[in-house]
Protein backbone atom coordinates (compact mmCIF):
# COMPACT_ATOMS: atom_id res chain seq x y z
CA UNK A 1 0.00 0.00 0.00
CA UNK A 2 1.40 3.23 -0.57
CA UNK A 3 -0.40 6.48 2.03
CA UNK A 4 -0.46 10.15 0.67
CA UNK A 5 0.68 12.07 3.13
CA UNK A 6 1.49 15.67 3.48
CA UNK A 7 5.42 14.81 3.41
CA UNK A 8 5.37 12.47 0.88
CA UNK A 9 4.10 8.68 0.09
CA UNK A 10 4.62 6.19 2.99
CA UNK A 11 4.45 2.78 2.10
CA UNK A 12 2.50 -0.14 3.85
CA UNK A 13 1.56 -3.67 4.18
CA UNK A 14 -1.58 -5.09 4.57
CA UNK A 15 -1.07 -7.36 8.12
CA UNK A 16 -2.59 -11.00 8.56
CA UNK A 17 -1.85 -13.59 10.94
CA UNK A 18 -0.14 -15.94 9.39
CA UNK A 19 -1.76 -19.22 8.12
CA UNK A 20 -0.20 -21.19 10.66
CA UNK A 21 -1.78 -19.66 13.77
CA UNK A 22 -5.24 -19.70 12.76
CA UNK A 23 -7.62 -22.01 13.60
CA UNK A 24 -9.87 -24.13 10.82
CA UNK A 25 -12.19 -21.37 10.63
CA UNK A 26 -10.52 -18.39 10.59
CA UNK A 27 -8.62 -19.30 7.65
CA UNK A 28 -11.93 -19.24 5.96
CA UNK A 29 -13.04 -16.67 7.22
CA UNK A 30 -12.94 -13.27 4.88
CA UNK A 31 -11.78 -10.30 7.58
CA UNK A 32 -14.21 -7.26 7.70
CA UNK A 33 -12.53 -3.84 7.24
CA UNK A 34 -11.89 -3.21 11.19
CA UNK A 35 -10.22 -6.50 11.20
CA UNK A 36 -7.38 -5.24 8.68
CA UNK A 37 -3.97 -3.13 9.59
CA UNK A 38 -1.73 -1.85 7.22
CA UNK A 39 2.04 -2.19 8.72
CA UNK A 40 4.51 0.72 7.91
CA UNK A 41 6.66 -0.57 10.29
CA UNK A 42 6.42 1.68 12.88
CA UNK A 43 7.28 0.52 16.74
CA UNK A 44 4.78 2.53 18.41
CA UNK A 45 1.92 4.22 17.78
CA UNK A 46 3.81 7.95 18.45
CA UNK A 47 5.47 6.92 16.16
CA UNK A 48 2.94 5.91 13.16
CA UNK A 49 1.50 9.26 13.84
CA UNK A 50 4.77 11.26 13.31
CA UNK A 51 4.93 9.57 9.82
CA UNK A 52 1.12 9.99 8.85
CA UNK A 53 -1.60 11.80 9.84
CA UNK A 54 -5.44 10.45 10.31
CA UNK A 55 -7.25 10.66 7.43
CA UNK A 56 -4.61 10.01 4.85
CA UNK A 57 -5.37 8.85 1.83
CA UNK A 58 -4.23 5.15 1.23
CA UNK A 59 -4.11 3.31 -2.34
CA UNK A 60 -3.10 -0.23 -3.51
CA UNK A 61 0.67 0.12 -5.06
CA UNK A 62 0.18 -1.44 -8.29
CA UNK A 63 1.27 0.79 -11.25
CA UNK A 64 0.21 0.67 -14.98
CA UNK A 65 2.09 -2.15 -16.93
CA UNK A 66 1.96 -3.93 -20.16
CA UNK A 67 1.26 -7.65 -19.87
CA UNK A 68 0.86 -8.49 -23.47
CA UNK A 69 0.96 -6.15 -26.52
CA UNK A 70 -1.43 -3.31 -26.37
CA UNK A 71 -3.22 -5.20 -22.77
CA UNK A 72 -2.41 -3.10 -19.94
CA UNK A 73 -3.01 -3.98 -16.16
CA UNK A 74 -2.97 -1.05 -13.89
CA UNK A 75 -5.57 0.02 -10.38
CA UNK A 76 -8.38 2.07 -11.02
CA UNK A 77 -8.28 2.06 -14.97
CA UNK A 78 -12.16 2.91 -13.91
CA UNK A 79 -12.26 5.57 -14.64
CA UNK A 80 -8.72 6.76 -15.48
CA UNK A 81 -9.18 6.01 -18.87
CA UNK A 82 -12.22 7.70 -18.70
CA UNK A 83 -10.72 10.99 -17.55
CA UNK A 84 -7.89 10.55 -20.35
CA UNK A 85 -10.71 10.18 -23.63
CA UNK A 86 -12.22 13.33 -22.85
CA UNK A 87 -9.03 15.29 -22.19
CA UNK A 88 -7.38 13.37 -25.31
CA UNK A 89 -10.70 14.58 -27.18
CA UNK A 90 -10.28 17.89 -26.69
CA UNK A 91 -6.67 18.00 -27.72
CA UNK A 92 -7.37 16.36 -30.79
CA UNK A 93 -10.19 18.99 -31.96
CA UNK A 94 -8.28 21.73 -31.22
CA UNK A 95 -6.11 20.55 -33.81
CA UNK A 96 -8.50 19.74 -36.12
CA UNK A 97 -8.23 22.32 -39.22
CA UNK A 98 -12.04 23.21 -39.22
CA UNK A 99 -13.68 24.16 -35.67
CA UNK A 100 -16.72 22.13 -35.01
CA UNK A 101 -20.32 23.86 -34.85
CA UNK A 102 -20.69 22.70 -31.12
CA UNK A 103 -18.98 24.11 -28.42
CA UNK A 104 -17.46 21.16 -27.10
CA UNK A 105 -16.99 20.99 -22.87
CA UNK A 106 -15.57 18.38 -20.84
CA UNK A 107 -15.68 17.36 -17.42
CA UNK A 108 -13.88 14.98 -14.90
CA UNK A 109 -16.85 14.10 -12.30
CA UNK A 110 -16.11 12.99 -8.74
CA UNK A 111 -18.04 10.92 -6.34
CA UNK A 112 -20.09 9.14 -9.53
CA UNK A 113 -19.62 5.93 -7.40
CA UNK A 114 -21.92 7.36 -4.31
CA UNK A 115 -24.33 9.08 -5.82
CA UNK A 116 -23.06 10.51 -8.90
CA UNK A 117 -22.75 14.21 -6.94
CA UNK A 118 -20.65 15.60 -9.47
CA UNK A 119 -22.55 14.90 -12.35
CA UNK A 120 -25.46 16.51 -10.96
CA UNK A 121 -23.49 20.04 -10.35
CA UNK A 122 -21.69 20.14 -13.63
CA UNK A 123 -24.68 18.70 -15.69
CA UNK A 124 -27.24 21.55 -14.52
CA UNK A 125 -23.66 24.26 -14.34
CA UNK A 126 -22.98 23.45 -18.25
CA UNK A 127 -26.39 23.11 -19.48
CA UNK A 128 -26.24 20.98 -22.42
CA UNK A 129 -27.95 20.21 -25.30
CA UNK A 130 -26.20 16.83 -25.55
CA UNK A 131 -23.89 14.67 -23.55
CA UNK A 132 -21.45 11.88 -23.97
CA UNK A 133 -20.70 9.76 -20.90
CA UNK A 134 -17.50 7.66 -20.64
CA UNK A 135 -16.96 4.96 -18.42
CA UNK A 136 -15.74 1.45 -18.09
CA UNK A 137 -17.85 -1.27 -19.01
CA UNK A 138 -17.61 -5.50 -18.09
CA UNK A 139 -15.72 -7.32 -20.17
CA UNK A 140 -17.46 -10.48 -19.90
CA UNK A 141 -15.14 -12.85 -21.63
CA UNK A 142 -13.09 -14.61 -18.70
CA UNK A 143 -13.57 -17.96 -17.62
CA UNK A 144 -16.08 -16.97 -14.93
CA UNK A 145 -18.82 -14.38 -16.09
CA UNK A 146 -21.95 -16.24 -17.85
CA UNK A 147 -22.79 -14.71 -20.96
CA UNK A 148 -25.97 -15.73 -21.05
CA UNK A 149 -26.31 -13.53 -17.99
CA UNK A 150 -23.66 -10.56 -17.96
CA UNK A 151 -24.45 -10.43 -21.77
CA UNK A 152 -20.85 -10.83 -24.25
CA UNK A 153 -18.60 -7.97 -24.53
CA UNK A 154 -14.88 -8.33 -24.71
CA UNK A 155 -11.36 -7.02 -24.51
CA UNK A 156 -10.39 -5.65 -27.74
CA UNK A 157 -13.82 -5.51 -29.29
CA UNK A 158 -13.57 -1.80 -29.20
CA UNK A 159 -16.27 0.83 -27.53
CA UNK A 160 -19.12 -0.56 -25.92
CA UNK A 161 -21.86 1.97 -27.01
CA UNK A 162 -24.93 1.60 -24.77
CA UNK A 163 -28.84 1.35 -26.19
CA UNK A 164 -31.80 1.15 -23.62
CA UNK A 165 -34.66 3.36 -22.46
CA UNK A 166 -32.45 5.58 -20.64
CA UNK A 167 -30.28 6.49 -24.20
CA UNK A 168 -31.41 8.84 -26.32
CA UNK A 169 -31.96 6.72 -29.34
CA UNK A 170 -30.77 9.60 -31.41
CA UNK A 171 -27.20 9.99 -30.14
CA UNK A 172 -26.98 5.78 -30.27
CA UNK A 173 -27.43 5.72 -33.60
CA UNK A 174 -24.85 9.08 -34.62
CA UNK A 175 -22.08 7.03 -32.70
CA UNK A 176 -22.78 4.20 -34.34
CA UNK A 177 -22.81 6.30 -37.84
CA UNK A 178 -19.51 7.60 -36.37
CA UNK A 179 -17.90 4.55 -35.79
CA UNK A 180 -19.18 2.77 -39.59
CA UNK A 181 -17.19 5.83 -40.88
CA UNK A 182 -14.04 5.34 -38.81
CA UNK A 183 -13.97 1.48 -39.50
CA UNK A 184 -13.80 0.80 -36.02
CA UNK A 185 -15.01 -2.12 -34.03
CA UNK A 186 -18.10 -1.29 -31.33
CA UNK A 187 -19.89 -3.58 -29.12
CA UNK A 188 -23.52 -2.87 -28.21
CA UNK A 189 -24.19 -2.79 -24.81
CA UNK A 190 -27.80 -3.52 -23.61
CA UNK A 191 -29.24 -1.50 -20.85
CA UNK A 192 -32.38 -1.64 -19.62
CA UNK A 193 -32.17 0.34 -16.66
CA UNK A 194 -30.94 3.80 -15.43
CA UNK A 195 -26.89 2.97 -15.69
CA UNK A 196 -24.22 3.07 -13.09
CA UNK A 197 -22.81 5.98 -14.52
CA UNK A 198 -23.35 9.48 -14.42
CA UNK A 199 -25.28 9.78 -17.79
CA UNK A 200 -28.39 8.91 -14.95
CA UNK A 201 -28.35 12.33 -13.21
CA UNK A 202 -26.89 14.35 -16.83
CA UNK A 203 -29.63 12.85 -18.92
CA UNK A 204 -32.58 14.38 -15.92
CA UNK A 205 -30.51 17.71 -15.56
CA UNK A 206 -32.58 20.91 -16.01
CA UNK A 207 -34.91 20.11 -18.82
CA UNK A 208 -33.45 17.05 -19.68
CA UNK A 209 -30.12 16.18 -22.09
CA UNK A 210 -29.95 13.92 -24.88
CA UNK A 211 -27.19 11.22 -23.31
CA UNK A 212 -25.38 9.04 -25.12
CA UNK A 213 -23.02 6.56 -23.03
CA UNK A 214 -19.67 4.73 -24.43
CA UNK A 215 -17.59 2.04 -22.12
CA UNK A 216 -14.10 0.58 -22.17
CA UNK A 217 -14.15 -3.11 -22.08
CA UNK A 218 -12.55 -4.07 -18.58
CA UNK A 219 -11.98 -6.79 -17.12
CA UNK A 220 -11.64 -7.24 -13.05
CA UNK A 221 -13.37 -4.04 -12.26
CA UNK A 222 -12.94 -2.61 -8.92
CA UNK A 223 -10.07 -4.99 -8.25
CA UNK A 224 -6.64 -3.42 -7.59
CA UNK A 225 -5.40 -5.13 -11.37
CA UNK A 226 -8.21 -4.01 -13.61
CA UNK A 227 -7.33 -5.14 -17.45
CA UNK A 228 -7.70 -2.80 -20.32
CA UNK A 229 -6.73 -3.09 -24.11
CA UNK A 230 -5.55 0.30 -24.98
CA UNK A 231 -6.23 0.17 -28.67
CA UNK A 232 -9.76 0.01 -27.23
CA UNK A 233 -9.27 3.13 -25.46
CA UNK A 234 -7.88 4.89 -28.56
CA UNK A 235 -10.31 3.71 -30.99
CA UNK A 236 -12.95 5.57 -27.99
CA UNK A 237 -11.19 8.58 -28.38
CA UNK A 238 -11.12 8.76 -32.17
CA UNK A 239 -15.11 7.77 -31.91
CA UNK A 240 -15.44 10.80 -29.50
CA UNK A 241 -13.87 13.29 -31.59
CA UNK A 242 -15.69 11.85 -34.42
CA UNK A 243 -19.02 12.32 -32.78
CA UNK A 244 -18.19 15.73 -31.89
CA UNK A 245 -17.34 16.96 -35.15
CA UNK A 246 -20.41 15.57 -36.89
CA UNK A 247 -22.87 17.56 -33.76
CA UNK A 248 -24.91 20.26 -36.47
CA UNK A 249 -26.31 23.63 -34.88
CA UNK A 250 -29.86 22.69 -33.22
CA UNK A 251 -29.03 18.86 -33.83
CA UNK A 252 -30.57 18.15 -30.22
CA UNK A 253 -32.53 21.18 -29.03
CA UNK A 254 -35.80 19.16 -30.11
CA UNK A 255 -34.60 15.80 -29.12
Request: aromatic content about 6%.
Amino acid sequence: MVIQTANGPVKGVTGKRAIHLMEEADRKKVPEIHEIWIDIGAQSKKEALERISIGDAATYDHEFELIHGSIGTARAFDNKVGAYVVGETLIRLSREPKRTAAKVVAVATSQEEIGVRGAIGSGYSVDPQVALVVDVGHATDHPDCDNRKYGETKLGGGPMICRGPNISPKVFDALVKAAKKLKIPYQVEGDPRATGTDARAIQVARGGVATGIVSIPLRYMHTPSEVVDLEDVERCVKLFVEFSKGVAKGDYRNW
